[in-house]
Antibody
Framework: EVQLVESGEGLVQPGSSMKLSCVAS????????MNWIRQAPKKGLEWIALIYYDSSSKYYADSVKGRFTISRDNSKNTLYLEMNSLRSEDTAMYYC??????????????WGQGVMVTVSS | DVVMTQTPVSLSVSLGGQVSISCRSS???????????LSWYLQKPGQSPQLLIY???NRFSGISDRFSGSGSGTDFTLKISRVEPDDLGVYYCGQGTQYPNTFGAGTKLELK
């Protein structure tokens, strides 16, 4: 059974940093591109970052480019999202999502349960 | 970015009934490789989204044949037949043809 378990949720002040983790199991983690997708309260879904299976390429939404960094450790089956210079508009549920392929992402076939990040003073 | 427009915003249905949700993209979703990367997701209350349909009409593992997807180019439809209580929630269409991946704003399916 595929499982994606995020951690690292919390309340932080604007301008601060935070790191999320996602531990994967039930599939060969090193064979798939992985993503972070977020959902602001009562809003829709926003893809924010993709990392290829081998970390050779990373892509970001314009809304987070230059502030967020996606990374992975295939030896630990873990995906990360380092978030810097956080803003109130980054307040959202953050989901780890598995891509269906090694690189590009035609669709997201498994999602974690999500972690809530709240940016507020 | 490709803009995905879903209609209606909300839908009321009786158990056992049938509904259709429309999704239109601002650009053709036909990839250079000939595939069309349009998918449908359901987010049940309090849960994370789950994949229902990929590449327009392919049901994901374990998804009931009551769910069917169709369409081409920029115009797509999700049909749900014999609606059950577990089908309620918000449905999203998404595209993976062009970076960045984008989603529709969602259609909320409620009981009449």
């Amino acid at each position: 059974e595929v499982q994606l378990v995020e951690s690292g949720e919390g309340l932080v002040q604007p301008g601060s940093s935070m790191k999320l983790s996602c531990v994967a199991s039930g599939f060969t983690f090193s064979n798939y591109g992985m993503n972070w997708i977020r959902q602001a309260p009562k809003k829709g879904l926003e893809w924010i970052a993709l990392i290829y299976y081998d970390s050779s390429s990373k892509y970001y939404a314009d809304s987070v480019k230059g502030r967020f960094t996606i990374s992975r450790d295939n030896s630990k089956n873990t995906l990360y999202l380092e978030m810097n210079s956080l803003r109130s508009e980054d307040t959202a549920m953050y989901y780890c999502a598995k891509g269906a392929l090694t690189t590009r992402v035609p669709h997201f076939d498994y999602w974690g349960q999500g972690v809530m990040v709240t940016v507020s003073s | 970015d490709v803009v995905m427009t879903q209609t209606p915003v909300s839908l009321s249905v009786s158990l056992g009934g049938q509904v259709s949700i429309s999704c239109r993209s601002s650009q053709s979703l036909v990839h250079n490789n000939g595939n069309t990367y349009l998918s449908w997701y359901l987010q049940k209350p309090g849960q994370s989204p789950q994949l229902l349909i990929y590449k327009v009409s392919n049901r994901f593992s374990g998804i009931s044949d009551r769910f069917s997807g169709s369409g081409s180019g920029t115009d797509f439809t999700l049909k749900i037949s014999r609606v059950e209580p577990d089908d309620l929630g918000v449905y999203y269409c998404g595209q993976g043809t062009q970076y960045p991946n984008t989603f529709g704003a969602g259609t909320k399916l409620e009981l009449k």
